[in-house]
C-alpha cells in the first residue's frame, strides 16, 4: 500500500523524509499574517522552518516525522543552510 509521504518522495526527487526525530527547540513568532515556525531537531545543526496561518502547539520534547527540502536563506549578506519542512506530523 502506497501511503501519501511515499507519493511526495517519488514525484518530488529533493524532499527528504525524516520519521521520530526529537524536537530539542521550538520557536513561533509572528510575520505579517503567518507564524513562522523554527524547529532545532536533535544531533542536527540546521534550523527546520515552516509556515502557518494558525499559532502552532509547543513542539519542545517531541518525536515528528518531517517531510523537507534543503534551501540556503541570506541573512546580512550572509548565506545559511535551513531547511523547509512541507510536511509535520507528530510520531
Known amino acids: 500500500m502506497i501511503t ?3 507519493k511526495l518522495i517519488s514525484k518530488h526527487q529533493q524532499l527528504t523524509q525524516s520519521d ?4 530539542t527547540s521550538h520557536v513561533e513568532r509572528e510575520m505579517d499574517d503567518w507564524f513562522v515556525n523554527t524547529l532545532m531537531i536533535e ?3 540546521v534550523p527546520f ?3 502557518r496561518k494558525k499559532q502552532y502547539k509547543s513542539l519542545t520534547g517531541a518525536r515528528v ?3 523537507y527540502y534543503p534551501a540556503t536563506e541570506q541573512v546580512a549578506g550572509m548565506d545559511f543552510e535551513v531547511m523547509n519542512v512541507v510536511r509535520i506530523k507528530r510520531s
Do not use: M, T
Not at 20 to 23: A, E, H, I, M, R
Open 4 to 6: 501519501d509521504k511515499d
Open 65 to 67: 516525522n518531517l517531510s
Open 43 to 45: 544531533n542536527c545543526d
Open 49 to 51: 522552518k515552516f509556515k
Open 20 to 23: 521520530g526525530v526529537k524536537v
